[in-house]
C-alpha cells in the first residue's frame, strides 16, 4: 500500500491530517483539496534493472573514468577499503584507452569525471589522460573529488586551466574517521586554499562532507567549515553515509533512540536555516516540492546514484565497464553478479545485472519518502543493505517533513500506513510534544 495519513501540527497547536500517496505524488488536505497547484507533467518510466533483467547502456552524458582504487588516506568508513583491486593502471594504458573510447561514443559526453582512491596518486596517468581528454572534447565539464592533500601550486594551476570543478573531500570536524587532516598542515591548508580562491568565485569548488555516526550534525559542519573557508562555502555531499563494509557498518546507527534522534536533530537544522550551505538541504526539499507539482509517478524513479541509467558510464582505463566508480573490474557484487559487467570496445553487449532496482527491494514500494530516497545504494543486499535502508529513512524523513511544512506551514509528526511500525513517529513525543518541535519559523527555501 502507497498511501498514507500524515498527522502535522501547527504552531498554533491544532493539527490536521494530509493524505499522501508516494506512487502517484498526491498531496492533499482531509477535504480532498490539493495543498499546492498541480501541473501534471509527462514522465518517462524508468529501466526496472535486476539480475534477471540487465540494465544497458547507450549514449554516454556523463562518464565515470575509475584511475584505480590506491589512497594516501585509510577512511574508516570508506566504501573502497576492501574491494578487490584489479589490475593498476599506468600512463601507458592512457592511449589505447583513448582510442576504444572514441571509437564508442557515438557523441561528446557532457561531464567526465575522474576517479580514485585518491586521484592525484595517479598524477603521472591523471595529468596526460584529461589534457587528451580536454583537446578532444573542449566543451565537456571536467570533475574531480580529492582529499587535497597532495595538492601544490603546479596542480592547482593545471586543475584551474583545466577547467575542472572540485570537491574537497572533509568532514569538517568530523575529520579524524579520514585520518589526518590536510588543514592541519602548514604547507598542505597553504595549497588547498589556493585552489580555493581561485576556483570557488567561479562557483567550481565545494566542500563535500559526509555524515556518519559521530558526525550527525550538519550546523556543526557548516560552522566548522564556514569559519575556515568563509561564508561562501558551499558543502557537497552531505548525506548521511552508507554502509559498504563493516566500517561502514561501525559509523551507522545501532538504536531506535540514535535515529530518532538523528531525525529529530537534522529537522531542527533546517528549520533554523543552520544547514542552509548544504546543497543537499536545497535540492531534496525542492526535489520533492516539484514531484508534488508535477505528480511525478514513482513508475519514473530510478536509483539514487543513476547508475542503472544507460547515459551513465564508469569504466577503468583497461575499458573495462563496472558497475559503478567505487568497484572494480575484479570485484563480485553481494547478488554474486561480477562488478565487471562488459568492455568500452561493445557497449551493446554491456548487461548491468548488479543493481537491484527499488521496486524489487521488500520496503521500498510501500515508503513514505521514496520519492526523496530513490532506493539507497543499487547493489547492497542482506544486512548492508537492512543498515543503510534505515540510515537513508533517517537521513531522508527531515527532508520530507521540512518540505511538507514549506508547502503547508504544519510539521508532520506522525505516518499512518502500512510500513514499518519503528518509522511512524517520525521525531518521537516527549510529553505529547514532538522532540523536534522548535518555535522558530521555516527556513524559507526557493522552490524552482
Not at 13 to 29: E, F, K, P, V
Not at 187 to 203: F, N, S
Amino acid at each position: 500500500m502507497s498511501r498514507f495519513n500524515i498527522h502535522v501540527l501547527r504552531d498554533d497547536g491544532t493539527s490536521a491530517i494530509l493524505h499522501y500517496d508516494n506512487q502517484t505524488s498526491a498531496l492533499t488536505w482531509a477535504d480532498g483539496a490539493a495543498v499546492i497547484p498541480v501541473e501534471a507533467a509527462v514522465f518517462k518510466g524508468a529501466t526496472v534493472v535486476s539480475s534477471t533483467q540487465s540494465g544497458r547502456k547507450g549514449t554516454v552524458k556523463t562518464l565515470k573514468i575509475s584511475l584505480g582504487l590506491l589512497c594516501n588516506y585509510e577512511c574508516s568508513y570508506c566504501s573502497q577499503r576492501f574491494v578487490p583491486r584489479a589490475d593498476q593502471t599506468n600512463p601507458g594504458d592512457v592511449a589505447s584507452f583513448l582510442d576504444a573510447l572514441t571509437d564508442a561514443l557515438i557523441e561528446p559526453p557532457e561531464r567526465i569525471e575522474f576517479w580514485g582512491g585518491e586521484p592525484l596518486v595517479y598524477w603521472k596517468t591523471l595529468k596526460p589522460l584529461a589534457e587528451c581528454l580536454r583537446e578532444r572534447y573542449p566543451q565537456v565539464r571536467f570533475n574531480i573529488i580529492t582529499n587535497g592533500s597532495l595538492l601544490d601550486v603546479e596542480k592547482n594551476d593545471w586543475l584551474d586551466r583545466l577547467g575542472f570543478s572540485v570537491g574537497l573531500s572533509h568532514d569538517g570536524p568530523g575529520y579524524h574517521a579520514r585520518g589526518a587532516d590536510p588543514l592541519d598542515d602548514p604547507e598542505k591548508r597553504a595549497a588547498i586554499m589556493d585552489l580555493w580562491h581561485r576556483l570557488q568565485p567561479q562557483g567550481r569548488m565545494s566542500i563535500n562532507a559526509m555524515l556518519h555516526a559521530d558526525n550527525r550534525s550538519r550546523a556543526h559542519i557548516q560552522a566548522w567549515l564556514q569559519e575556515r573557508f568563509g561564508d561562501g562555502v558551499v558543502v557537497g555531499e552531505g548525506s548521511f553515509i552508507d554502509p559498504y563494509d563493516d566500517g561502514g557498518m561501525a559509523s551507522t546507527f545501532k538504536t531506535p533512540r540514535d535515529h530518532i534522534g538523528f531525525r529529530s536533530l537534522a529537522f531542527k537544522e533546517l528549520r533554523l536555516g543552520m544547514a542552509s550551505k548544504f546543497s543537499i538541504a536545497h535540492s531534496k526539499i525542492q526535489d520533492f516540492v516539484r514531484s508534488i507539482k508535477s505528480a511525478r509517478p514513482a513508475s519514473a524513479l530510478g536509483q539514487k546514484c543513476g547508475m542503472d541509467r544507460p547515459d551513465n558510464l564508469a569504466v577503468d582505463l583497461h575499458g573495462n565497464v563496472i558497475t559503478c566508480q567505487n568497484v572494480s573490474a575484479a570485484a563480485i557484487a553481494p547478488n554474486d553478479q561480477p562488478h565487471n559487467i562488459g568492455h568500452i570496445s561493445n557497449l551493446q553487449a554491456v548487461k548491468l545485472k548488479t543493481s537491484t532496482h527499488w521496486s524489487e527491494r521488500g520496503d521500498c514500494p510501500s515508503c513514505p519518502v521514496l520519492q526523496l530516497c530513490k532506493g539507497s545504494c543499487m547493489f547492497l543486499e542482506g544486512a548492508l543493505w537492512d543498515a543503510g535502508c534505515d540510515a537513508a529513512y533517517s537521513d531522508n524523513i527531515p527532508f520530507f517533513a521540512a518540505a511538507i511544512e514549506f508547502m503547508t506551514g504544519a510539521m508532520p509528526v506522525y505516518i499512518e500506513g502500512d510500513f514499518r511500525s519503528d518509522r511512524k513517529d517520525i521525531f518521537g513525543m516527549v510529553d505529547g510534544v514532538p522532540s523536534a518541535k522548535v518555535a522558530h519559523k521555516i527556513i524559507p527555501i526557493a522552490v524552482a
